[in-house]
C-alpha cells in the first residue's frame, strides 16, 4: 500500500501543494487534484502531445511524468497562457488560422510553441515542423498549424 505524498510546486505563477500517490501522472493531478482540464488526456502513453505542458520552461508530456517528480519545479498549462482573459499571441494566432478543430491536440501544440518560440524565435518551417513531431493532430492537418506558429514567431511573442 502506497501512502500519499505532498508536493509544493508553482503552477502558472501560483505556489500549488497538492497530495499524490506515488503512481499517479501529473495529467491526472493536473486535472482531478487541481481542476486544470484544459490539458487533455490523448493517448496516456506519451504518444500524442495532447497533455504537454511546461516544466521548467521545457515541454513535457504529462501522462508520463510522476506528480511526486513535481517537487520544487515550475509548470506552466494552458491555463496560463491568456494574460487576464484576453487571448495570448499564439493562441489568437491559432484561432485566426483555423489551426484547431477538436480541440483535443491545441493546448499540447500551443505549449509546445512557446517552448519553440522561447528557444528558437525564428524557426524554419523545418524546425517547427520538427520540434511539434511528437504532437499529433487528427482534425486540421498540419499546414494550419504550422501557420499559425510561423505568424506568432513574426509577431515574436509567444
Do not use: W
Amino acid at each position: 500500500m502506497s501512502s500519499k505524498r505532498i508536493v509544493t510546486c508553482t503552477v502558472n505563477g501560483r505556489e500549488e501543494s497538492f497530495l499524490c500517490k506515488p503512481q499517479q501522472t501529473l495529467l491526472e493531478v493536473l486535472r482531478d487534484e487541481l481542476d486544470l482540464t484544459g490539458t487533455k488526456e490523448g493517448c496516456s502513453n506519451g504518444n500524442c502531445g495532447a497533455c504537454t505542458v511546461l516544466m521548467d520552461g521545457k515541454p513535457v508530456v504529462s501522462c508520463l511524468v510522476l506528480a511526486v517528480e513535481c517537487e520544487g519545479v515550475e509548470l506552466e498549462t494552458i491555463e496560463g497562457v491568456a494574460d487576464h482573459g484576453h487571448l495570448a499571441p499564439v493562441q489568437q494566432a491559432f484561432l485566426e488560422n483555423a489551426a484547431l478543430q477538436c480541440g483535443i491536440c491545441t493546448p499540447g501544440f500551443i505549449m509546445s510553441t512557446k517552448a519553440l518560440l522561447r528557444e528558437n524565435p525564428n524557426p524554419s518551417e523545418q524546425e517547427i515542423r520538427f520540434y511539434l513531431a511528437g504532437n499529433l493532430c487528427r482534425c486540421t492537418g498540419y499546414d494550419k498549424i504550422i501557420r499559425a506558429v510561423q505568424d506568432t514567431a513574426d509577431h515574436k511573442i509567444a
